[in-house]
């Protein structure tokens, strides 16, 4: 009998199997891992254990280092967020607002002509907080959500290194 073994490599720049590499950084807020996928920021989430070392991840982790030594007010990274065109729609908006400011989900929801609930979801799915700044978009009456580590804290934590806690005042 004979076996044949069939084996599919896929290369660097094979737009349908992009390699994935990771690169931990600290933070304020807890460490961070960043994700580049084919050439862009895919995602940002919170742990530790991953060193890989592409020019792009050198960039973001030097980039992400600056914004929490007060020295970097945005970031010029390559991003490519998930989700459906919508989703995307978001989090351009969220990317439109500068640093130190902050937007309600009724804004971007008017600007968008769409819910503020259905923002509030986006913002939730964002899956590049920080460098996509989720943490900008408050609630109406409230700060709203966070769904990264250390939730409303979090939230708390980067508005006000951004000054804008006098909101929360």
């Known amino acids: 009998m ?11 720049d094979d ?11 600290p933070s304020p807020v807890g460490a961070l891992t ?7 920021i895919a995602r940002v989430s919170w742990g530790t254990g991953f060193s890989d070392e592409t020019r792009l991840l050198r960039k973001a982790a030097a980039q992400i280092e600056a914004y929490f030594a007060g020295t970097r007010q945005s970031f010029d990274l390559p991003l490519a967020p998930t989700g459906s065109a919508f989703q995307r729609a978001v989090c351009d908006a969220m990317c439109a607002i500068p640093f130190g400011e902050t937007r ?3 804004e971007i929801a008017a600007e968008l002509d769409a819910s503020a609930q259905a923002v509030g979801n986006a913002c939730g799915a964002n899956p590049i907080p920080i460098l996509i700044p989720c943490h900008r978009v408050l609630g109406a009456a409230s700060l709203g959500g966070f769904s990264g580590a250390g939730g409303i804290e979090t939230k708390v934590a980067l508005l006000r290194h951004e000054g804008a806690a006098g909101l929360l005042i």
């Open 2 to 12: 004979t076996v044949t073994l069939m084996v599919r490599m896929h290369l660097v």
């Open 15 to 25: 737009p349908d199997h992009p390699t994935v590499f990771r690169r931990s950084v």
């Open 34 to 40: 960043v994700t580049e996928t084919g050439g862009a």
């Open 104 to 106: 309600t989900y009724g």
